[in-house]
T-cell receptor, first 114, second 108 residues
Framework: DGGITQSPKYLFRKEGQNVTLSCEQN?????MYWYRQDPGQGLRLIYY???????QKGDIAEGYSVSREKKESFPLTVTSAQKNPTAFYLC?????????????FGEGSRLTVL | AQRVTQPEKLLSVFKGAPVELKCNYS??????LFWYVQYSRQRLQLLLR??SRESIKGFTADLNKGETSFHLKKPFAQEEDSAMYYC??????????FGQGTRLTINP
């Protein structure tokens, strides 16, 4: 079953702790993305990666970090430096050269900071 | 800066009535715009893109460069159209900039 898998679906963390959200895709897509979804603010881009071992900051990268060691995987770490981390996080992938703008999304991960 | 604005957070219409979800953009250059939809308990997915000039599930959207708009329309709403709708603009070859979203509710 092809697609994008995000885990965990729900995550709770205490203030001051780092947490890593997993995103795996078996679509053989080159590009991967992390968005943050907040009510009334739409989706805001955190980081994106066009190829393995390369990634760029999006509009709200502060307090987040990523890696792209494998084509299939693009984990997001929410660090303790992120001031308001409670949110819904969406991972996506695409083939920008042939289908620019068409993103395939995961089911999302909801992070709650206690 | 490129920006996408959806002025309505919530929109409620009756079944069978026409629907129009508004989207305005600011972009220097030739814009490429999209509508994404998220049905309840489903993933966010692409609904349509302006360059395809297609109708998907009865929805159409026309790019109006003079008014910098890309409104989504359907002549007769159905209950299954209830969902969250996002307008988006592609920036460069990779980045997709989303609007704030409009929650559409179709009343029976």
């Amino acid at each position: 079953d092809g697609g994008i898998t995000q885990s965990p679906k729900y995550l709770f963390r205490k203030e001051g702790q780092n947490v890593t959200l997993s995103c795996e895709q078996n679509l053989n897509h080159d590009a991967m993305y992390w968005y943050r979804q907040d009510p009334g603010q739409g989706l805001r881009l955190i980081y994106y990666s066009q190829i393995v071992n390369d990634f760029q900051k999006g509009d709200i990268a502060e307090g987040y970090s990523v890696s792209r060691e494998k084509k299939e995987s693009f984990p997001l770490t929410v660090t303790s430096a992120q001031k308001n981390p409670t949110a819904f996080y969406l991972c996506a992938s695409s083939i920008p050269r042939s289908r620019p703008g068409e993103l395939f999304f995961g089911e999302g991960s909801r992070l709650t900071v206690l | 800066a490129q920006r996408v604005t959806q002025p309505e957070k919530l929109l409620s219409v009756f079944k069978g009535a026409p629907v129009e979800l508004k989207c305005n953009y600011s972009y220097s250059g030739s814009p490429e715009l999209f509508w994404y939809v998220q049905y309840s308990r489903q993933r966010l997915q692409l609904l349509l893109r302006h360059i395809s000039r297609e109708s998907i599930k009865g929805f159409t959207a026309d790019l109006n460069k003079g008014e910098t708009s890309f409104h989504l329309k359907k002549p007769f709403a159905q209950e299954e159209d209830s969902a969250m709708y996002y307008c988006a603009l592609i920036q460069g070859a990779q980045k997709l900039v989303f609007g704030q979203g409009t929650r559409l509710t179709i009343n029976p």
